[in-house]
């Protein structure tokens, strides 16, 4: 009910407008669909399983096997809801607009900094896999912004 979405003057000042207004419904598509909600609901659940199995003396299974899977299955998660944000905000304005941003964005964060800096941020990296990111390869996003659909999946808002 109180969402804020912000953006940077450096974005508005090298983005084209089209590009701001689909960052913008992108983000836009995060609120409408309760991502932060979803998000802090599957964080609960990882959690309050992790007690759970510690005070049930599996400590060492939680550490070692239900910890990292869990975080695998949340990471996926959450890039889920990238293509699910960018699926919405390529309906509200334009696939072309969604991924000219994503594409402009990727370049200007690529700017400067080595594969392996840039890998790091864990964000749009040049890993071969995006395993332990929150977001999708851009690569990745713009391929299925290629895809073919009709109207939005309804699973995903």
Same mark, same amino acid.
């Given at each position: ?24 419904? %992108? ?15 599957? =964080? ?21 096997? &239900? ?9 996926? &998660? ?52 995006? =395993?332990?990111?929150? %977001? ?22």
């Amino acid at each position: 009910d109180n969402a804020m979405i912000c953006i940077t003057k450096g974005a508005l000042d090298q983005l084209t407008t089209r590009d701001v207004d689909a960052i913008l419904a %992108h983000e836009v598509a995060h609120v409408a669909s309760q991502d932060m909600q979803r998000m802090t609901q599957a =964080r609960g659940v990882q959690e309050a399983l992790t007690w759970f199995l510690g005070f049930r003396k599996l400590k060492k299974f939680a550490r070692w096997v &239900f910890t990292p899977l869990s975080e695998l299955h949340v990471l996926k &998660f959450s890039r889920e809801r990238e293509f699910a944000a960018d699926a919405i905000a390529g309906e509200l304005t334009s696939k072309e607009d969604i991924r000219s941003a994503l594409v402009a964005i990727h370049f200007d964060q690529m700017r400067g900094l080595s594969p392996d800096q840039y890998v790091a941020v864990q964000i749009n990296g040049r890993a071969k896999s995006d =395993r332990w990111s929150t %977001h999708p390869r851009t690569g990745d996003r713009i391929q299925k912004l290629n895809e073919p659909s009709g109207e939005i999946d309804s699973s995903l808002v």
